[in-house]
Nanobody, 123 residues
Framework: VQLQASGGGLVQAGGSLRLSCATS????????IGWFRQAPGKEREGVSC????????SYADSVKGRFTIVSDNAKNTVYLQMNSLKPEDTAVYYC?????????????????WGQGTQVTVSS
């Protein structure tokens, strides 16, 4: 199982970025793909997740209405569209996979992790 996160960068407050998580090697019938972030000196935080089985989604309160998670099953890629970005969104963002989990924002349920991509939002 491999996950490859990309799409991070530097953006001004109010701007947008789209993160991509390319996945491969999955043999599970169902799993969740989650996006997490970790800012310096802070704990890792669940941002959003999507169920591969039914497409249902979950969001952290801090990003509801601003972030959208979408799965393109044909491309085996999950996207995180981030709009109205704020300086407090600055963090390293990771995507992860949780086999046989429908949806979860708890990092302990995720077994497979991609490398992080840096998102920096300037004020």
């Amino acid at each position: 199982v491999q996950l490859q996160a990309s799409g991070g960068g530097l953006v001004q407050a109010g701007g947008s970025l789209r993160l991509s998580c390319a996945t491969s090697g999955f043999t599970f019938d169902d799993y969740a793909i989650g996006w997490f972030r970790q800012a310096p000196g802070k704990e890792r935080e669940g941002v959003s997740c999507i169920s591969r089985g039914d497409g249902s989604t979950s969001y952290a309160d801090s990003v509801k209405g601003r972030f959208t998670i979408v799965s393109d099953n044909a491309k085996n890629t999950v996207y995180l569209q981030m709009n109205s970005l704020k300086p407090e969104d600055t963090a390293v963002y990771y995507c992860a996979a949780a086999p046989y989990v429908r949806r979860s924002l708890s990092d302990y349920e995720y077994d497979y992790w991609g490398q992080g991509t840096q998102v920096t939002v300037s004020s």
